[in-house]
């Protein structure tokens, strides 16, 4: 994946004009085509760099596989529930999201929902067009003093919370990742799901469908919800099972449910739908037009960032390559990368153990980023499909490479200020260090063996190993290389170790042929990093 390379953007559903003028505006060709069929998709799929979806488009292993040329997948909106980010992945696609877009649109949809359902508005305009007046079979609660329960405190169900709270509601919650201390913050207290069952009037959802929250609420949590809790969930379909929800509203367990979203969409089962004491929509949670507007700004913002080299957010999958935009790190993950490829070269070795070892301030954090670099590097020579930062590490599991990070805050002299790379393959003797020598990867170290002054790892690069005391190899490197019409143009030799010593030869041009040298070398070994 050629990052920046950004061409061609297929926008595959309805957004708002804006998103299409950004796109042109930074210097992209642009198709819309909403309403494709699967097999249209993947007709026109096949030369995009770039795919733009909502929520009706499924971006699924096959439609990537016919994706010849595509570098992202935009979602404008949060969920990302209909793209394989796994399959993503495994190709090296990047998957972006615009999780802040429709997050008030959502969230006011979420408020609607809980006070219809406390004074049936819906039931009672129905009742009206049907020429009816009812006025005491629609009598309803005051939200005032009653407990809502928020599962899920990220950026709607915080929204949701704060303004309930201003009908008097009490907000209790619960979120794996949330501390109580920051919950607490926006008026939430939060209590193990055990203590909140029993608790609440109101429960609404707010997480992302995952195996831990698909069927959250079931026939068991049902059971323990005081008689007549009303239910919200505007998040994800088969969060909440709608099998136990039918059954709870027909026993009167549950009082009543706001749907937005359901398992199946359109619903196939229209039980819960016709249920008197359930009020649906067609899944209009960003269905604003600020929403949208604001959805297809931030998505074509970001992928004109990462067409021009600016930036990446939103960045659901490969989050290390959010760094690799920084002009500070970029160098950092080269060197990470060709010191990877080194001692993949070096140890013929692409399976085990391999730990990278960060020296010096400078590269506390740098681990994120560093690790997959690495693991890129060692699989870089194999017969993977392309390899990045998207999907080194999850390539790197499947060639059973294990990359392991460590960092110490001291790292020796003269690269303390700077910072210093070390990768080792557990079990061997091989061991590669580097650093930065201002925007320029170097090599510092092979297996023990140091250049006093450190070698370029940058383009065509020979490596080879040789007896301290034979000259001969550079003679005839450079025999070689003019015949080949080539150039030396660097030249680095380490300290000797065990009687030899390694050398890097930095070349205008790869050699196609080493059998004039390898009889004076122990080995030797082309790159091009």
Same mark, same amino acid.
């Given at each position: 994946?050629? =990052?920046?390379?950004?061409?061609k ?11 299409? /003028?950004?796109?042109?505006? #930074? ?12 097999? /249209? ?28 040329r @595509? ?42 929902m ?16 049907? %020429? ?18 928020? @599962? ?30 920051? !919950? ?13 069952w ?35 969930n ?14 709870? =509203?027909?026993?009167? $367990? ?18 819960l ?16 037009? /600020?929403? &949208? ?5 931030e ?19 490969? &989050?290390? *390559?959010?760094?690799?935009? +920084? ?12 010191? %990877? ?7 013929? &070795?692409?399976? %085990? !153990? ?15 980023? @560093? ?10 020579? #194999? ?11 999850? @390539?790197?599991?499947e060639? #059973?490479?294990k ?33 930065? $020598? ?14 006093? $002054? ?24 450079t025999? =070689?290389?003019?015949? +080949?019409?080539?150039?030396? =143009? ?7 170790? +065990?009687?030899? $010593?390694w ?11 080493? %059998? ?6 122990? /080995?030797?070994?082309? *790159?091009?990093?």
């Open positions: 994946m050629a =990052l920046g390379k950004l061409q953007v297929l926008i595959s559903e309805s957004l708002d004009p804006c998103c299409r /003028e950004i796109l042109q505006a #930074g210097g992209l060709r642009v198709q819309e085509k909403p309403g494709l069929s699967k097999e /249209e998709l993947l007709r026109e799929i096949r030369d995009c760099d770039g795919l733009i979806v909502r929520s009706a488009t499924k971006v699924t292993a096959e439609v990537l596989e016919a994706a010849e @595509l570098q992202v997948v935009g979602r404008a909106g949060t969920g990302v529930d209909n793209v394989d980010v796994e399959a993503a992945t495994r190709k090296g696609v990047l998957v972006m999201n615009t999780p802040t877009g429709n997050s008030l649109s959502a969230a006011e949809l979420t408020c609607g809980i006070l219809c359902l406390a004074r049936q508005i819906p039931q009672a305009a129905a009742s009206m067009k049907e %020429g009816k007046w009812d006025r005491k079979k629609y009598m309803g609660m005051e939200l005032n003093g009653k407990t809502l329960a928020v @599962l899920g405190l990220g950026r709607i169900g915080r929204e949701v919370a704060t303004r309930m709270q201003a009908f008097g509601m009490k907000t209790i919650g619960y979120d794996p990742i949330i501390t109580p201390d920051v !919950s607490a913050t926006f008026g939430v207290e939060q209590l193990p799901l055990e203590q909140i029993p608790r609440c009037d109101f429960i609404t959802v707010h997480t992302p469908l995952l195996p831990s929250t698909t069927g959250l609420l079931n026939d068991s949590t049902f059971a323990k919800c005081r008689r007549g809790v009303q239910v919200v505007c998040a994800r379909g088969g969060i909440v099972d709608e099998g136990a929800l039918l059954r709870a =509203l027909q026993s009167g $367990q549950c009082g009543g449910a706001a749907l937005d979203v359901f398992t199946q969409e359109p619903p196939k089962d229209r039980d739908v016709n249920h008197p004491n359930v009020i649906s929509c067609p899944h209009l949670g960003a269905s604003t037009r /600020e929403a &949208q507007s604001r959805c297809g700004k998505i074509a913002m970001q992928i004109v960032d990462m067409a021009t080299g600016k930036g990446l957010t939103g960045v659901v999958n490969g &989050q290390a *390559l959010s760094k690799a935009f +920084a002009p500070q790190t970029k160098p950092w993950i080269a060197l990470a990368r060709a010191l %990877g490829t080194v001692l993949c070269t070096a140890s013929k &070795q692409v399976q %085990g !153990s391999v730990q990278v070892c960060t020296l010096g301030t400078p590269l506390k954090e740098a681990g994120s980023y @560093l690790t997959p670099a690495v693991a890129a590097g060692m699989l870089a020579g #194999g017969t993977q499909k392309e390899v990045t930062l998207v999907n080194a590490t999850l @390539l790197a599991q060639a #059973g490479l990359v392991t990070t460590t960092h110490s805050d001291v790292a020796p002299e003269p690269d303390s200020s700077t910072g210093l790379v070390q990768v080792s393959l557990q079990g061997t003797p091989h061991q590669v260090t580097g650093t930065v $020598q201002g925007s320029t990867p170097v090599l510092r170290q092979v297996n023990g063996a140091t250049f006093k $002054q450190p070698a370029p790892l940058s383009g065509p690069v020979l490596i080879y190993r040789a007896k301290a005391s034979d000259t001969s190899a550079l003679a005839t490197l025999g =070689l290389l003019s015949k +080949a019409g080539g150039q030396l =143009l660097s030249y680095h030799s380490s300290s000797t170790v +065990a009687g030899e $010593q050398s890097v030869a930095g070349l205008s041009a790869p050699l196609s042929n080493l %059998g004039e040298l390898k009889p004076r070398v122990t /080995e030797a070994f082309q *790159l091009h990093l």
